[in-house]
Structures are given as C-alpha cells and as structure tokens.
C-alpha cells in the first residue's frame, strides 16, 4: 500500500466517523425530548389534572451540529495520519533496537564461549599430563611394607584425582568441539568420579592418622581398592590422548594461523607457536620415560630421548621477540639439565611437564586470538 493509499484511507474514515458521530447526537437529542413529555403527562395525572393535549408531531427542532465541512475532515485525516506515522515510528525503532540488543548479546555470549573455550583448550592436556605424573609417583612411591617414613615418602595420596576439571567440563559441554573430544572427555570425567571414593578412603586413613590405631592392617586392602578404578580411568585417558587431544591441539595451531594472517607473528603468535612445541616436548619425554605405560618415571630414558628436541625448541626460542625470551629463561636450568650428563634434579620431567612453566598459559583468555568482536552496546529500550 502507498503513501497515497494510505492517505485516502484516513480521509475515509474521518468523513465516515463525522456521520456516525452526528446521527448519534440527532438520536440523544429525540430521546430527551420524548423523556421530557412523558415525565410532563405523569405529573399531570398524579395531580388529577388532565394533561394538556400532546402536540402533534412535529418535526424534531433540535439543534443539529453542522456536519464537518471538507477543511476539517482532512485536517482530522491528516492528523491521524500523522498519529500513524509517528506510531509507526515508534514501532519500527523498537524493532530496530531489539535488533540491535538480539545482535550484541549473541557477539557477548558467542565471546564468553570463546573465552571459556581457551581456557579449557590450554589447561586440558597440562591436565591430563599432570594425570600421568601422578601416578607414576604414587607407584614409584608406593611402599611394600608399611610404615610412618613410608607414609611421608608417599605424599598426599588425594592427588591421584584430578583436581583441574573446569577445563574438562568445558570442553564436554562445547558444540564446537568434535563428537569424539566431546565424549572422551565426558568420560574422563566419569573415570574421575568413579575413582574418587576409594581415593578418598586411602588419602583420609593416612593423613587422619587411623593406620596408628591398626599398625596398617588396613592399608592393603585400601591401596587393592584402588586399582580397578585406576585401570579404568589409564584406559579413558588412552582414548583423551589418542582421540581428544590431537584435535584440539589442531585447533589451537589453526587459530595461530588465522591469527598470523591478521597481526603476524606477534607475542600471541610466538606463544602460542613455543607452547604447542614444549607440549611435544612433555609428551615425548613421558612417553620415552614410560608413564603412559603406566610405569614409575624412568628420568634417564626421558632425558636421552629429549636432549636433541630440546636443543631445536631452544634454538627456536631464541628468534622470539625479547619480550617472550625473558619468558623462556625459566626453562634455561631444565633445558641445561638435558642438555647434559651431570646430576639432574630427580623430578626433572615433572618440572618440564609443569602447568606453571606453561609458555600457553601467557596467553590468557582476553588476549586469546580470533575473539569474536563484540558491537557497541545499544541504547536501553526505555529510552
């Protein structure tokens, strides 16, 4: 419908609701008069008079309004097309703003996900290698006969359950994450809360002291308990290293390359380029040393099957720009004891393998490449 339509429309309805509003007025005025004749011929009868003869019928005199004269019907018309577009107006700004607040609050939810997304991308693997190394300590640790020096050398034993699942919630719970990231990590998840009674049990009689009251006649079977849950769990964690981690290590060297095609090889890029680089550099040495065969750590095999990756990651190190070279001279006395044959630190792949020595986690969420850009916020709708 046109402007023009729309005009003639409004004209039509002034006009017809100018005629309504006058018979209606024409109609009022012939009901009080019939009102006020009836009311006179009762008072006449109760005073037993005979009421005066009723008029003849004449034509109603009452005063008529005179009927809107063309001027007026179209400034009406043009007053309610004015109402109208304003109300349109209205209208077509809300909409407009709705829009608006639809667009800014998908880019603020779509950044959060991405934020939490990083997060748990950078901490998962640093996770399930901290998994690994706990285990191996537990059964290097792990004494054949029971005593108090035994229960020191031991450690906590409540660290057998990982204790940084945020990130491995995350991941389960993303839809942009493959099908098979997904569900490795639900069930690293269930492994994990599976394990963690019978854990629970060890960790509490030692560390409360019980085994003072029985001189250890628990600990065997409480320390048996604990393997079937164990094997369980090395069994998921096969599949999150075979099936889950490959994927989202992908994913982190495709968002270094998108990254580098619009900011170069910034400290964002160098970071993230080192940090999948010492990853490999963790795996290979736990894989050398036997953890992932679910062997006590032997440091010697690491050490002799990391000395020449070391050396190339540090070399690489070195073209980084100063800001992320003062970084890497934290790893200057772990890639020393690689690098040579003297008396290395018994917990040397521990070390390397660290979280808190992490050149990814420089990176942080914030600051993570390829956010998505959020608009700027819209005006309220009461405004």
């Known amino acids: 419908m046109t402007y023009r339509d729309d005009h003639e429309a409004a004209l039509a309805r002034a006009a017809a609701l100018a005629t309504e509003v006058e018979r209606l007025e024409q109609e009022r005025d012939e009901l009080a008069a019939a009102k006020a004749t009836a009311e006179a011929e009762r008072d006449a009868a109760r005073a037993g008079r005979l009421a005066p003869p009723r008029p003849r019928a004449e034509p109603t005199t009452t005063r008529r309004r005179p009927r809107p004269r063309p001027r007026t019907i179209v400034l009406a018309a043009v007053g309610v097309a004015g109402l109208a577009v304003l109300i349109a107006a209205g209208v077509s700004r809300t909409r407009a703003i ?113 085994w003072k009251e029985d001189a250890f006649a628990r600990a065997p079977a409480l ?10 769990r090395a069994a998921v964690l096969d599949r999150v290293h075979a099936e889950a981690l490959p994927p989202v290590r992908a994913y982190l060297a495709e968002l270094a390359r ?27 040495a736990t894989a050398a040393g036997g953890l992932r065969a679910g062997r006590p750590l032997d440091t010697e095999a690491a050490v002799r099957a990391l000395r020449q990756p070391m050396a190339a990651w540090r070399a690489h190190g070195a073209e980084a720009p100063i800001e992320v070279r003062r970084e890497l001279r934290a790893f200057d006395w772990i890639a020393d004891a690689f690098a040579t044959d003297g008396p290395r630190p018994p917990d040397l792949v521990w070390q390397l393998c660290h979280g808190q020595l992490d050149v990814l986690r420089r990176v942080s969420a914030d600051d993570s490449p390829m956010l998505p850009v959020v608009p700027p916020r819209p005006p309220d709708r009461d405004d």
């Not at 994450?177 to 599976?194: I, N």
């Open 98 to 210: 709705d829009r608006a607040w639809a667009t800014y609050e998908a880019a603020v939810d779509a950044r959060t996900a991405a934020r939490a997304r990083w997060s748990a991308m950078v901490a998962t693997e640093p996770c399930a290698r901290d998994v690994d190394l706990e285990l191996g300590m537990y059964r290097a640790r792990l004494p054949a006969t029971w005593s108090p020096e035994a229960v020191s050398a031991l450690g906590d034993v409540a660290r057998l359950v990982d204790r940084c699942r945020d990130g491995t919630k995350t991941l389960a719970a993303d839809p942009l994450m493959p099908a098979p990231v997904r569900d490795a990590m639900a069930a690293w998840l269930a492994a994990e809360d599976a394990l963690a009674p019978a854990v629970t049990a060890l960790a509490t009689y030692l560390r409360a002291g019980d």
């Open 258 to 284: 998108a990254h580098a095609e619009r900011a170069g090889h910034d400290l964002t890029w160098w970071r993230i380029e080192l940090g999948l680089e010492l990853w490999s550099l963790a795996r290979t």
């Open 223 to 232: 320390v048996a308990a604990l393997e079937a849950p164990l094997a369980a």
